[in-house]
């Protein structure tokens, strides 16, 4: 009895179920009129020692302890991911949404950079809301490795204690905070959606899909600092930045390990980018006839910073690699949009891209089936529809 | 409180001895060892939600291996063909994710590992890690490289592997596509957001592979007959020296505290383009713009 993380006195209890609908983990129900504790599914965040009118509810003092230590954590971090000294857009979109967290959580937004030569970016970060920057700047950082990366962010969590930290879901963040968060021995939320500030718990909920996106689960860390998450690039918007904010950039000089692996060519354009990973899909399929017309697919995804997929029929045609087909026999993709330009929306088609987040579809056939999984439909001919829209991201763009 | 392991119960808790048949390799002197991390996965991403207990309806649903641990198993089985090496590779998940095994020693690995206890339920990728860590640990405490598919497609982290990189303090190489390998030294392409990078170093190293990689082979018949004669020890979190604390649900940070169908794709808005294409380019651009692209 003493083990269990809260107690319940059962004197003072009246049953009235306060607790129970205050418990994020189900782990209340009613014995009768008393309020009775499942331990196994309880996680000490204490939202029923607040609920219970009665003051029936009290933490147990040991897990207490626990919370103390707990309590050391503040603030929250995002990490300002660069790549040769250009800051990553999803950073920009993380400390729009840091500052919404800290202001719920009433604490300091910190950014966090390392690299080499990547001081000056401090500036744009406290522009975009950090009021503190914490700087890395040594040449063992110029390139990711993850060994030498989590060495230093490890290494300043242990001397800042921040409360969150929270990093976009690119290839370098999925990878490097795994390995932080074991070396910290705390949680980390893959790939997230949305973020909020628990009101009674102060938690960070943490939302994210899985199983390919058919499903969506909501997690938390309650028992352990920091709070960690992924975050999936494009989610949040930038706020626009505001050049006068005052903020403070501290430099930390890190005596660090040595690589495990060094880069020896990195190939980086915008067309090699493997469609499984990609945010945009701009797809064709045997409704644009033939191959040249795959130009303006290439057209349009390029204006919008995304990659061409096809449907199987555009590679059995010889038109393009298989290495864009989408489907049960290409690729499974999920990115923020998908759009399908002549697709009729085969099953096999369907099973790799139903997890996209948005999916617009241009199809002349009002019955084709991938209207069913269409957020936007549209019934037209791609052949009037594609250029004009290539002409109208191209005008947005001018302004 | 939801399985985080999502939905499979552990209830074997053996102690066979690890087994398994000596590689080529092996016999020949010093060969390389790679441990290949393959996870039972549905058949489908496309699972169900009971709407009223708001848990995973996987009922009828098929198990296979890990789209993405084939294409692992397959760099390992390559480097076989071509240096000689013993491949091992270990699964957690309940006692019928032994078949996933066979199917991998069908395959051309040469043994493997079913890890398997109640203790290990509930796990979340840090308790997955240390878990598997422990296994590799006690299957070989100096493997030369260790292989994870990028990502499992039912809990989707792509955490796993990092994490025993980290546990085991080997060095990390993500996103692989292809593996060279000379001497004791690798050279790997990976996928990156922005292209390919060329990485090199030296073994040991966790590796997680993309499905660029080869295209897995099939399993012949013989090496059915074969996979069926080898035993498949199992172990539990005692077998592996896992401390209670940081298996399963106990030794996980993390908790699923609610899980829910996304808002449905029953067909959004439809539009009539044919006489009004400008209508219809407008909403695509606005949709475009409320997403924060264009
Ligand atoms: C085992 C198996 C595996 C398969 N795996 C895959 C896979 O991985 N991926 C995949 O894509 N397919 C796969 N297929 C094939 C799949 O069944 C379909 O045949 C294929 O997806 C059809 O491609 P499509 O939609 O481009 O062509 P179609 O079905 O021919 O559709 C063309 C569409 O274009 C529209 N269209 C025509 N002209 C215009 C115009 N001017 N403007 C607007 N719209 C127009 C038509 O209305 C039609 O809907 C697989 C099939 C099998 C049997
Ligand atoms: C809806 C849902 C959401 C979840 N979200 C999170 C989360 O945000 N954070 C978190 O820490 N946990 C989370 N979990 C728990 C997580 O799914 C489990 O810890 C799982 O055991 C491993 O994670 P994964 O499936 O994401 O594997 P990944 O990390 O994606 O797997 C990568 C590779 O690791 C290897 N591997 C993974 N599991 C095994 C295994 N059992 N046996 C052998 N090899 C394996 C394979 O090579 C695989 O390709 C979630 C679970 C569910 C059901």
Redesign the interface.
């Known amino acids: 009895m003493a083990d269990t993380p809260i107690i319940i006195d059962s004197e003072k209890c009246r049953g009235c179920k306060k607790c129970i609908s205050a418990c994020p983990f189900d782990a209340l129900y009613m014995e009768g009129k008393l309020a009775v504790l499942k331990p196994e599914e309880c996680r000490a965040c204490n939202a029923c020692v607040k609920a219970c009118p009665f003051k029936a509810i009290s933490a147990n003092v040991k897990e207490e302890a626990k919370k103390e230590s707990l309590s050391d954590f503040k603030g929250i971090w995002v990490f300002a991911e660069q790549h040769h000294g250009k800051v990553q857009e999803v950073a920009y979109e993380l400390l729009s949404t840091g500052r919404r967290l800290a202001k719920d959580r009433g604490c300091e937004l910190a950014a966090v950079v390392l690299g080499h030569n990547v001081t000056d970016s401090a500036a744009h970060l406290i522009a975009a809301g950090a009021d503190k920057v914490y700087v890395v700047d040594q040449p063992e950082l110029a390139e990711y490795e993850a060994n030498v990366y989590t060495d230093a962010l490890n290494q300043l969590i242990a001397k800042y204690k921040p409360e969150v930290i929270l990093a976009g879901a690119t290839a370098v963040g999925r990878a490097f905070f795994a390995k932080v968060a074991v070396r910290a021995r705390t949680g980390l939320t893959a790939d997230c959606t949305a973020l909020s500030i628990d009101k009674e718990s102060h938690l960070l909920h943490q939302t994210r899909p899985a199983f390919g996106g058919n499903i969506m689960a909501t997690i938390m860390t309650p028992n352990h600092r920091p709070q960690m998450a992924t975050v999936r690039p494009k989610v949040f918007k930038m706020t626009t930045p505001d050049p006068k904010r005052k903020g403070e950039t501290l430099m930390e000089a890190l005596k660090l390990v040595t690589a495990g692996t060094k880069i020896v060519k990195a190939e980086r354009n915008a067309a090699n980018v493997n469609i499984a990973e990609a945010e945009i899909i701009v797809a064709g399929g045997r409704g644009l006839k033939k191959a040249e017309n795959l130009e303006q697919l290439k057209k349009l995804a390029d204006l919008l910073g995304g990659v061409v997929g096809v449907s199987r029929a555009c590679v059995d045609a010889g038109w393009i690699s298989a290495s864009h087909q989408v489907g049960q026999t290409g690729k499974t993709v999920c990115p923020k949009i998908y759009l399908a330009f002549g697709i009729s929306g085969a099953i096999q088609h369907l099973e790799g891209m139903r997890g996209s987040d948005t999916i617009i579809a241009i199809n002349n056939d009002p019955n084709a089936s991938i209207f069913g999984i269409a957020d936007l439909g549209i019934i037209g001919d791609l052949f009037e529809i594609l250029p004009m829209l290539i002409e109208a991201v191209e005008a947005k763009r001018k302004n | 409180?939801?399985d985080m392991t999502g939905g499979v119960f552990f209830c074997f808790n053996g102690d066979t001895e690890f087994g398994g048949r000596p590689a080529r390799g092996q016999e020949r002197g010093k060969a390389m060892h790679i441990i290949v991390c393959i996870k039972q996965v549905?058949d489908?991403?496309?699972?169900r939600?009971n709407p009223e207990t708001n848990t995973?309806m996987r009922e009828g649903v098929e198990s296979i291996m890990n789209p993405f641990d084939e294409y692992a198993l397959e760099e390992a089985l390559k480097l076989k063909d071509a240096h000689g090496a013993r491949v091992t590779v270990i699964s957690m998940g309940p006692p019928q994710a032994e078949v996933i095994l066979r199917e991998a020693m069908a395959r051309g690995a040469d043994d493997g590992v079913l890890l398997t206890d109640r203790a290990f339920a509930g796990a979340?990728?840090?308790a997955t890690?240390y878990a598997i860590s422990q296994a590799i640990k006690k299957v070989n405490a100096h493997p030369d490289l260790v292989f994870f598919g990028k990502q499992a497609?039912?809990?989707?982290?792509?955490?796993?592997?990092?994490?025993v990189?980290?546990?085991l303090n080997?060095?990390?190489?993500?996103?692989v596509k292809s593996v060279k390998i000379s001497g004791g030294t690798f050279?790997v392409e990976t996928?990156?957001?922005?292209?390919?990078?060329?990485?090199?170093?030296?073994m040991p190293?966790v590796m997680?592979v993309?499905?660029?990689a080869s295209t897995p082979r099939f399993a012949s018949l013989g090496g059915w007959m074969e996979a069926k004669k080898t035993a498949i020890p199992r172990w539990g979190a005692k077998d592996v020296g896992a401390v209670p604390d940081m298996c399963g649900?106990n030794g996980?940070?993390?908790?699923?505290?609610?899980?829910?169908?996304?808002p449905t794709?029953?067909?959004?808005?439809?539009?009539?383009?044919?006489d009004e294409?400008?209508a219809?380019?407008?909403?695509?651009?606005k949709?475009?713009q409320d997403?924060?692209?264009?």
């Open positions: 409180m939801v549905p489908t991403t496309n699972v939600i995973l979340d990728t840090l890690s497609i039912d809990g989707d982290t792509a955490q796993v592997g990092p994490g990189s980290e546990f080997f060095p990390l190489v993500t996103y050279t996928q990156m957001d922005e292209g390919v990078d060329v990485i090199e170093g030296n190293a997680t993309v499905k660029d649900l996980s940070p993390t908790k699923v505290v609610k899980i829910f169908a996304p794709k029953t067909g959004g808005t439809r539009m009539d383009g044919r294409p400008d219809a380019v407008e909403a695509i651009l949709m475009l997403k924060g692209v264009a």
